[in-house]
């Protein structure tokens, strides 16, 4: 990423004159000509230079650090939007948003129970499964006998032969890729932290298929795509897929819908007059 010196230096500029000294602790002052704070100010705020804020806001400065731009952020009293600007205009990549892990709010169960004609999922970025509707559950079975370590659709899909069974034969190569391409990248985002590479060991110990596909260095996040699933009481339904991104960093939400006018829409419907008891095995 390219820093851009001039945007910079005016949104630095900017955000120092809208925010007032009241806000930071300052007194205002009688005799203070300059609209918000001074650059002095910020920059004891910030515990750097006077004179390192002045060449930022006059574009003359080097790329700062991201440990600077952490200290910027804090001594403007920053959003996370604005911080995330600051970050993009100072040539660095944005840190990432908070992490939720396991923990659901109410309001995605809520968006969940909601959604009673989509089938719909919420997981991790590594592809731990963390609730689905009666819909979900019906197209591809409840994990409630599953420990939940094993609540991974990576693990499932390289460990446990039924879960393919979910899907044409023909489509298992590209699925496969797809999972090892997706994994990667949410790897990557992490920075390899030990959820990450504590999954990464434990599907390539146990997957010789997981392992090969690992080397191929392939990256990929999967936000959308075509697919088909097979179910034993219904039969192949085609569905448009879709991952969504949720406040936190760390979670995604799996909604798949029929192409409108398709025979899956009857499908679908027929499903949620079958429900759950005859989904296959396991979760898919």
């Known amino acids: 990423m390219k820093m851009d010196h001039a945007k910079l230096a005016d949104f630095l500029r900017r955000s120092r004159e809208r925010l007032r000294p009241q806000e930071v602790g300052l007194a205002a002052g009688r005799r203070r000509r300059t609209p918000g704070l001074r650059r002095e100010e910020v920059a004891q705020l910030a515990g750097v230079s006077a004179d390192y804020v002045m060449r930022l806001e006059q574009a003359r400065s080097s790329q ?60 991790t970025d590594l592809g731990d499964l963390l609730a689905q509707n009666a819909l979900a559950e019906a197209l591809f079975g409840c994990v409630c006998t599953v420990d939940e370590p094993d ?12 879960v393919r069974e979910a899907y044409p034969a023909e489509e298992h190569d590209r699925l496969s890729r797809l999972r090892v391409a997706d994994l990667r990248a949410a790897a990557t985002r992490r920075g390899y932290d030990r959820p990450s590479t504590s999954l990464i060991d434990r599907v390539g110990a146990a997957s010789e298929e997981f392992a ?32 969504l991104q949720t406040q936190a960093a760390d979670q995604r939400l799996r909604l798949f819908t029929p192409p409108p006018g398709s025979t899956s829409v009857e499908a679908l419907e027929l499903l949620r007059v079958v429900g759950p008891e005859t989904a296959h095995r396991s979760h898919r």
């Open 212 to 243: 090969a596909l690992w080397q191929l260095h392939e990256v990929a996040v999967r936000r959308e795509s075509r697919m088909r699933v097979l179910h034993p009481s219904v039969g192949a339904i085609e569905f448009d897929y879709e991952m």
């Open 64 to 123: 700062p650090s991201v440990q600077l731009l952490a200290a910027l952020a804090r001594a403007l009293r920053l959003s996370e939007d604005e911080r995330d600007h600051l970050y993009l205009l100072a040539g660095h990549r944005p840190p990432e948003g908070a992490r939720a892990g396991h923990h659901v709010r109410p309001g995605l169960l809520y968006l969940l129970d909601r959604l009673g004609d989509t089938p719909a999922q919420l997981l």
């Open 151 to 162: 609540r991974n659709i990576v693990w499932r899909w390289f460990t446990d032969p039924f």
